[in-house]
């Protein structure tokens, strides 16, 4: 059986988000830290999926958080691959992409990655007490640290820059091998 | 999402799963050269028609009927000029059971809507012959093809 060209799922794709069809975007990036699944919702990134994560299980919380009509696109996504691309090869200085956080229900725990997204940049580091502080609720650090790790859009809400009071660099979603290469990337360790 | 709305799998999941088949079946209902732009109109048919369905239950099979009403529709829609490739190549290229995909599809209507059909799409006739072979005239020939596609989406779309 002859597989489908790339040709005409790129097509359907295009066609689908030209005409409002797709309810979330979809594509798959080789990067240094492993391949990624990166889901564009209405207003932005809304999932990135490291390659541990199963993507069956992920593609169907896509579907029943924004809509079935879940569609891949290499094509419609470029500019987002291209700028995730730089930024893990050491290319790119910030990684500047809207973010869409409608998978966090809970207020605080958006509040939380809200912060995270708008005041940490790239070669810093706080700790869930300041980040918790920063966002509204000084003592409530475990809400925080949970925040973190249930962050459905890693890299671009950048949880590996969050680590624990006592040092070390603490847990990641990810795991603590790939929270390293980051802030090494990052130039922190 | 509404209460009662089925859980429907990533649209994208059934591309991936089934669109290697369902372009075998797009070049056995609309041949070789029109299969591809068939089974693009088929998935955005597909997509618009996906929210709106009541169940998630036989999805492939649902594709491969979109599938089919649109290479009818392609075929219908098509200059008449184009003699060769106006004629779909259902059975053709199929090394099993040629038509057999066909019948199925048709099978619910009654058999003075199939004969037209089988005459038409399957023995690739032209208006003359299939007047010839139903005994009337070629226009009540076209007017029946006409008719039993009609129905025939009718009913799929149903």
Same mark, same amino acid.
């Given at each position: 059986?002859?597989?489908?060209?790339?040709?005409?799922?790129?097509?359907?794709?295009?066609?689908?988000?030209?005409?409002?069809?797709?309810?979330?975007?979809?594509?798959?990036?080789?990067? $240094?830290?492993?391949?990624?699944?990166?889901?564009?919702?209405?207003?932005?990134?809304?999932?990135?999926?490291?390659?541990?994560?199963? *993507?069956?299980?992920?593609?169907?919380?896509?579907?029943?958080?924004?809509?079935?009509?879940?569609?891949?696109?290499?094509?419609?996504?470029?500019?987002?691959?291209? #700028?995730?691309?730089? %930024?893990?090869?050491?290319?790119?200085?910030?990684?500047?992409? /809207?973010?869409?956080?409608?998978?966090?229900?809970?207020?605080?725990?958006?509040?939380? =990655?809200?912060?995270?997204?708008?005041?940490?940049?790239?070669? @810093?580091?706080?700790? %869930?007490?300041?980040?918790?502080?920063?966002?509204?609720? /000084?003592?409530?650090?475990?809400?925080?640290?949970?925040? +973190?790790?249930?962050?459905?859009?890693?890299?671009?809400?950048? +949880?590996?820059? !969050?680590? $624990? #009071?006592?040092?070390?660099?603490?847990?990641?979603?990810?795991?603590?091998?790939?929270?390293?290469?980051?802030?090494?990337?990052?130039?922190?360790? | 999402?509404?209460?009662?709305? $089925?859980?429907?799998?990533?649209?994208?999941?059934?591309?991936?799963?089934?669109?290697? *088949?369902?372009?075998?079946?797009?070049?056995?209902?609309?041949?070789?050269?029109?299969? @591809?732009?068939?089974?693009?109109?088929?998935?955005?048919?597909?997509?618009?028609?996906?929210?709106?369905?009541?169940?998630?239950?036989?999805?492939?099979?649902?594709? %491969?009927?979109?599938?089919?009403?649109?290479?009818?529709?392609?075929?219908?829609?098509?200059?008449?000029?184009?003699?060769?490739?106006?004629?779909?190549?259902?059975? !053709?290229?199929?090394?099993?059971?040629?038509?057999? &995909?066909?019948?199925?599809?048709?099978? $619910?209507?009654?058999?003075?809507?199939?004969?037209?059909?089988?005459?038409?799409?399957? @023995?690739?006739?032209? %208006?003359?012959?299939?007047?010839?072979?139903?005994? +009337?005239?070629?226009?009540?020939?076209?007017?029946?093809?006409?008719?039993?596609?009609?129905? =025939?989406? &009718?009913?799929?779309?149903?």
């Amino acid at each position: 059986m002859t597989p489908l060209p790339d040709t005409l799922l790129e097509a359907v794709a295009s066609a689908a988000v030209r005409e409002g069809l797709a309810d979330a975007i979809f594509t798959r990036l080789k990067t $240094p830290i492993g391949r990624l699944l990166v889901v564009q919702g209405p207003n932005g990134i809304a999932r990135i999926g490291f390659e541990e994560e199963a *993507e069956d299980a992920l593609l169907a919380g896509v579907a029943a958080e924004l809509g079935p009509r879940v569609v891949a696109s290499d094509r419609e996504l470029a500019a987002t691959r291209d #700028t995730l691309s730089a %930024y893990l090869e050491g290319e790119g200085d910030t990684l500047e992409l /809207p973010v869409d956080l409608r998978f966090v229900h809970a207020p605080f725990r958006r509040e939380v =990655l809200e912060t995270l997204h708008d005041t940490v940049r790239r070669g @810093e580091v706080v700790t %869930y007490g300041t980040l918790a502080e920063r966002s509204g609720r /000084p003592r409530a650090f475990r809400a925080a640290a949970t925040a +973190c790790a249930r962050n459905p859009v890693p890299l671009v809400v950048p +949880c590996h820059r !969050v680590v $624990p #009071t006592g040092g070390g660099i603490g847990n990641y979603g990810g795991g603590a091998a790939r929270k390293r290469a980051l802030l090494e990337l990052e130039g922190v360790l | 999402m509404t209460v009662n709305a $089925p859980a429907l799998p990533p649209f994208w999941s059934l591309v991936e799963a089934h669109g290697d *088949e369902l372009l075998a079946h797009a070049r056995r209902v609309a041949g070789p050269e029109h299969a @591809e732009d068939v089974l693009q109109d088929a998935f955005l048919r597909a997509l618009r028609a996906y929210p709106r369905l009541r169940h998630a239950e036989h999805l492939r099979a649902w594709l %491969y009927r979109v599938t089919t009403t649109a290479a009818i529709d392609a075929h219908r829609s098509r200059p008449r000029e184009q003699p060769v490739a106006e004629l779909p190549a259902v059975g !053709v290229e199929d090394d099993h059971d040629p038509g057999g &995909e066909f019948e199925a599809l048709i099978a $619910p209507l009654p058999e003075t809507a199939r004969e037209p059909l089988r005459l038409r799409f399957v @023995e690739d006739l032209d %208006y003359d012959h299939i007047a010839g072979r139903l005994g +009337c005239s070629p226009q009540a020939a076209r007017q029946r093809v006409s008719t039993a596609v009609r129905t =025939l989406r &009718e009913r799929h779309a149903a």
